[in-house]
Nanobody, 125 residues
Framework: QVHLVESGGGVVQPGGSLRLSCATS????????MGWFRQPPGKHREFVAT???????NYAGSAKDRFTISRDGAKNTVDLQMNSLEPEDTAVYYC???????????????????WGQGTQVTVSS
């Protein structure tokens, strides 16, 4: 079962911008804290930003003042607007949903920790 679908990655020059989007179901969007993580080449996955169902945001130091995470209730999407990109931002970016595991009325199981497939962001001149 694919619960999170990322889009918007690509290649951008230093100083440029990209907007990532994570599409999900209403069940996850309404009940899970959503976030973005990234895994740079040769490194471990690291936290970028999260947003609660109430809209409270939290950012890694490297993302603060450059990245903005937001929710769109009409589309059930969580976006990450990335500005002033640097080569150090090059990574595979993953959407994450964290909440209580559940089974909905259709019998679909939702784990407590859900990951998307990832989208590549490359910042290079």
């Amino acid at each position: 079962q694919v619960h999170l679908v990322e889009s918007g990655g690509g290649v951008v020059q230093p100083g440029g911008s990209l907007r990532l989007s994570c599409a999900t179901s209403a069940t996850i969007f309404n009940d899970y804290k959503m976030g973005w993580f990234r895994q740079p080449p040769g490194k471990h996955r690291e936290f970028v930003a999260t947003i609660t169902t109430g809209g409270r945001t939290n950012y890694a130091g490297s993302a603060k003042d450059r990245f903005t995470i937001s929710r769109d209730g009409a589309k059930n999407t969580v976006d990450l607007q990335m500005n002033s990109l640097e080569p150090e931002d090059t990574a595979v970016y993953y959407c994450n949903a964290a909440g209580s595991a559940r089974i909905d009325h259709t019998g679909t199981f939702y784990p407590h920790d859900i990951w998307g497939q990832g989208t590549q962001v490359t910042v290079s001149s």
